[in-house]
């Protein structure tokens, strides 16, 4: 598939999915009730933050900014344009200036666009909220990925209106398409434009796509990974502990739809793997119990996994509303700042 | 085990089918729900693959054997009985075929019941197994006659010995097939297998006795009957011809162009729903002789409803030519008539020029003259033979008469002299010795007649016991005459036998013998059975006039030979009958109708065997020449077809013609209760079961047999009903509706 630059928006995307208007589909994904429930939000967390940092935060990392930290050592090769001039004159020794740096807290969104992100039992007219039935993938239901879709768009939304950067990383097997970190208002248009309209087919490599992204990013960063998780533990840990090892921080949304957490189907049922897992044809309520122990028991290995690494963890359906977690984003967001001021 | 109803059964079997192509439809028809979780979905069907499979196996043997079950009970299987259809132990199937004159009874598309007996043996037969199973096949036709026995397993063989039964002209004899059915069985018996016994008839009344008793079939034999024809069919036949004499005196030839008019009453019957209807019915007499045949006489009987038999009387001239003849009756036109074989009857009678008597008297000594009132024989000769004797000298003259008079002197008796007479009058008994009398037997014995007088004597009389020895009379003659108050004669009252010297006469009988008195008579004390008492005093009842065949074990009415005995002398000092108008009729009718009855004629009933003049060895049939039946006199010879045959003798000559008639009782087509022959059939074994030619196909089923208790269809429907719970169970149970309670609501997945 091709891959090509969206010079005009910025977004970088594959496929040949009709690009629409990015204000039309954000009107799409987030409902009214969405919009206003985002609004509430952000007073609670500039009230929240407000007199503490106003809007910006401290950054672990030290650079050459404003602000003095220490002396250190010359060595050959530093940038000569750094070196503190009246200490050499007072000690006759070479050293070079650093500065605390200042910076945005910055938002990566990585939604899952692979082939399990597609299946969906809620209407889409239901969900969406503006009488519209059909997705702009020509879906009638609305899938996983459009409920990501939508929590990608509050979340960005949220942290663009603070002012902070927020970025999109659209992946499967690899990155799909990416919009660049940026706090104007325009990117979050673009962030919804490129989800909206992305294909969702491919098989998922959770590992090769964070180390794609993690290679793009040098700041330290707030990972959102929208995704359902549907692969392998280890796979997922071990993504979860290069993020880690690079210091960003990570909250995990896993997606699931009501089917795949009740399964309440009652007769015999052929099914077919979006991921190209082979057909069977089962009576569903014999293997009800199974699945769900299974299903049950990924789900708890996924947030014993992510808590352990120090991050959060938070299951979304599909039939819920995006309060809860928008609430985790937010709590996760000011304690990430008060280890930017105090760490 | 026998199914009633095979092609349910099969059909059943297909239908085992059904659930397995209604899952495989299910399977085409679903669209699958394309899903994303499913790695949780394969490990859940991976780990419980074995038992799933294995619950799925267990619920699909549960609903077909469900379904076998219920076509196994609408089958209508039978416990302990052999099917005509179906594997297993060799079957023997006996077929007994319904041959009998019944079963020519056509139905309205012309098909004989004998037609759909035999397609239905037919397809019995190609229900067995070439190679294991064996048939047998017994003609019903009376006598019953084994065509393929003991049992062949050379089917082909047996199929073709069906299509080449023939109908018989006799009743069925289904007695006779069980019996020698019963002792095939007891010889077959080291054989094994099931043996099944196919009775194919209608059972209407002339094919199934219900009163003749059946023999039990040992064993497990299965009795499988063709269903009784419930409607039954008319017919109309006729039962018997009986001429007013047997014997017709031609005269001689030229003398008369169309000889002696005699009357013959042909008696008729109908049967079946026919009766109940007023219909019609033409017959035509004939009588055929040596040198021609007679004019045709006609009748018609025209029927009224409710009359089942009907006797039309019918003038027949004698045929030209002295000999054997033949008294055809012939019904040629009838409503309702389904049975043509019984619609022609064959009376053999005798056509003569003349009769000749022989007198057993001594001869008039030269000088004597005139007729002595004290002499029987003298009565006698004017009596017989009016023509022949003058009257005013008593001489013989030459007359031409119906009746020639020969006069033999007791002394001089011998074979050739009597060889040729047709009757012997006894006048004076008591001049003949022992072997005098064993002549006379012998004459009674060919058919000749023996007309017997006491002699006007008051001595005791010992020749009476010489009679009774010789001729093997049961009757008990007095020794010594007894003297009457001049009694008067009378016909008995009731006249039921078959022998009746006056029953042409007798309505003028009572005016012609009330003048005659009785003074002296030799009676016979006892012995005397009803019926052959032919004149009796009125009086004291006691029989004047006698007539029996000789031979004590035989019947008077059916053996050849005629004894008359008159109690009374004719002399003027024992009766005044000889002085009466009387004597000449009644000599003259014990004469004639004597002779007819000692005569007897050559007839039978088919089935039965035809008495044949002694001297003959062979009957050949006059209608089918190639037909010959040899005659064995220890063994009986049956002849089922109805004809004339002629009796032949060593030589080649003939001997005498021999009529087989049709068997009216088997011509009786009334319909049988189904309830009485399945009660009179169940005698055989244990119950009957009915079979059905289905029409069309051919094939033959059981049919259902509601008093049947061996049926095993409520048992197996009750294991259908239990293993329909079963499964509902089983299948709420594997698919775990029993374990966790889940929403109902409809999946709304993606559909592909």
Known sequence: MAEHMDIRRGVKSTGSAEVKRPEEDASLYLHPATLARLRSFELRAKMIVEGIMSGQHRSPYQGFSVEFAQHRPYVPGDDVRHLDWKVYARTDKLHLKQYQQETNLDLVVMVDSSGSMDYGSRKFAEASGLGKSESPRGGMNWSKFDH???????????????????????????IRALVNRSSAMGTWRQIVGALSTHPVDHPTDLGR???????????????????????????????????????????????????????????TTPFLGLEGEPLIRIDPRALRQAYLEAFQSHAETLERTTRGFGFDYQRVSTHDWLGPPLATFVARRNAQMKRSKFG | MTLL??????????????????????????????????????EAYRKHKSRLRLEQLLLLATRCLLIGLIAAALARPILGASGLIGAGQATTLYILVDNSLTAQATGEDGESALDRHKE?????????????????????????????????????????AIDQLTPTDSRADLSGAISRLRSELSLDQEEGGRVVVLVL???????????????????????????????????????????????????????????????????????????????????????????????????????????????????????PGAGDGVIIAELVASDEDTIAADNTWRRPIEVRRSLKVGLITPRRLAGEGGLDPTRTSDWLRVALAPESVDRETFAAREAAGDVQVVVIDPGSLDSARLADLDAVFLPSPEMLDADGWSRMRAVADRGGLVVIFPPASDRVQLWTDLVADAMDLPWQFAREAVELDGATITEPARRDAAVDLFSLINV???????????????????????????????????????????????????????????????????????AQPALLPIIQETLRQGVGRAHGSWSTLAGGTPRTPTEAVELRSEERQREVIALDRSNAVPVRHA???????????????????????????????????????????????????????????????????????????????GLAVVEVFLARWFSHALVSKRADRVPEGIRA
């Open chain 1, 148 to 174: 990501a879709t939508a929590l990608a768009a509050a979340l960005s939304y949220i942290t663009i209106r603070q002012g902070d950067r927020a970025g999109l990383v659209v992946y499967a097997d690899e």
């Open chain 1, 209 to 267: 796509a964070v180390d794609q992204t993690i290679a793009k990013v040098t700041n330290r960063c707030l990972f959102a990974l929208i995704s359902d998780f549907f692969t392998d533990p280890d796979a997922i840990r071990a993504a979860l502990a290069r993020i880690k090892h690079r210091g960003h921080d990570v909250i995990i949304f896993q997606i699931v739809d009501r089917d795949e957490e009740e399964f309440g189907f009652t007769s």
């Open chain 2, 5 to 42: 109803h095979p092609i349910l059964f099969g059909a059943g079997l297909a239908c085992i089918a059904i659930p397995i192509v209604i899952h495989l439809l299910m399977r085409r028809r679903r669209k699958p729900v394309k899903w994303g979780a499913m790695r949780f979905l394969l």
């Open chain 2, 120 to 160: 239905a043996a037919r397809d019995a037969i190609e229900s067995l197994t070439v190679g294991g199973d064996r048939a047998s096949v017994i003609a019903l036709g009376g006598p019953a006659s084994p065509v393929v026995l003991p049992p062949s397993s050379d089917l082909a063989g047996v199929a073709q």
């Open chain 2, 201 to 319: 008839s209608e059972f209407l009344a002339g094919s199934a006795d219900l009163t003749a008793a059946l023999e039990t079939l040992a064993g497990d034999a299965v009795v499988v009957a063709s269903a009784p024809d419930e409607a039954g069919r008319s017919n109309v036949s006729i039962i018997g011809v009986d001429p007013v004499r047997s014997v017709l005196l031609a005269g001689e030839a030229g003398e008369r162009e169309t000889g002696q008019q005699s009357s013959v009453a042909v008696r008729l019957r109908r049967s079946g729903s026919i009766v109940a209807a007023a219909s019609a019915s033409t017959i035509r007499v004939r009588v055929e002789g040596t040198e021609g045949t007679s004019p045709v006489s006609e009748a018609s009987i025209e029927w009224t409803p409710g009359t089942p038999e009907a006797t039309a009387n019918v003038v027949v001239s004698a045929a």
């Open chain 2, 508 to 578: 003028e009988l009572e005016a012609l013998v009330r003048p005659v008195r009785v003074r002296k008579m030799l009676p016979v004390a006892g012995g005397v059975e009803p019926g052959e008492a032919q004149l009796t005093l009125r009086e004291s009842g006691a029989p004047i006039v006698l007539a029996r065949a000789p031979g004590n074990g035989e019947s008077s009415t059916t053996g050849r030979g005629l004894v008359v005995y008159f109690a009374s002398s004719l002399s003027i000092e024992w009766t005044n009958l000889a």
């Open chain 2, 643 to 721: 004809g004339l045959w002629r009796a032949v003798d060593r030589s080649g000559a003939s001997a005498g013609v021999v009529a087989v008639n049709a068997d009216p009782a088997g011509g009786r087509t009334d319909a049988q209760s189904p309830d009485l022959v399945r009660s009179w059939l169940g005698s055989m074994g244990e119950g009957v079961r009915w079979l059905a030619a289905a029409p069309g196909d051919g094939a033959t089923q059981l049919i259902d047999d509601p008093s049947d208790n061996a049926s095993v269809s409520v048992p197996l429907l009750l294991a259908a009903l």
